[in-house]
């Protein structure tokens, strides 16, 4: 009995098809959070920030900069697939742990700070930062433009 072999042309076209498999699925799919960053005004006078205060601000546990503006978090809606890789990026948690921290703050009788304001795209947060000196988020860096810098994570 024969088997049989793939030419050399067959299997090339297997590899050729499964690299453009790959190469069709989003980033976000794979988990490269990297490409996120945290975002601030350019009037904002932080260079840096420690990933302690940056999950604070996004928690409602810090609520000024040391200029004494007003922290206002910025994330997608949570229905946007954005959501979790910003949450994550920002506080380490996933988007249902975050869910759930305040739901657990009500339930203790606590008072629950503010949600972070949502809007529907990371460009749309990127542009809203740019104009509001207390705002911080963490966006795609390819989202990036004028009127915000890059903060290093601590």
């Known amino acids: ?7 050399l042309p067959s299997r090339f076209r297997v590899l050729v098809v499964a690299v453009c498999c ?19 005004n350019k009037a ?9 205060d940056l999950r604070k601000m996004f928690v409602g546990e810090k609520t000024t900069w ?10 997608p809606g949570p229905d946007r697939p954005e959501f979790a890789l910003t949450i994550e990026k920002a506080t380490g948690m996933s988007g ?21 304001r949502t809007l529907d795209t990371t460009a749309a947060i990127a542009r809203f930062v740019g104009t509001s000196l207390g705002a911080v988020s963490c966006v795609p ?13 601590k």
Do not use: C, H, W
Request: hydrophobic residues 50%; aromatic residues 12%.
């Open 66 to 75: 040391t200029n004494g503006a007003k922290v206002l978090a910025i994330t």
């Open 1 to 7: 009995m024969r088997t049989f072999k793939p030419s």
């Open 96 to 116: 249902p742990e975050f869910k759930r921290y305040f739901i657990q703050l009500s339930f203790m009788g606590k008072i629950v700070p503010p949600l972070p």
């Open 141 to 153: 860096a390819a989202d990036v433009g004028p009127g915000v810098k890059i903060l290093k994570v």
């Open 44 to 52: 904002n006078p932080a260079d840096s920030i420690s990933s302690a």
């Open 22 to 40: 790959l190469l069709a699925e989003p980033p976000f799919a794979f988990g490269f959070v990297d490409d996120y960053v945290v975002i601030v």
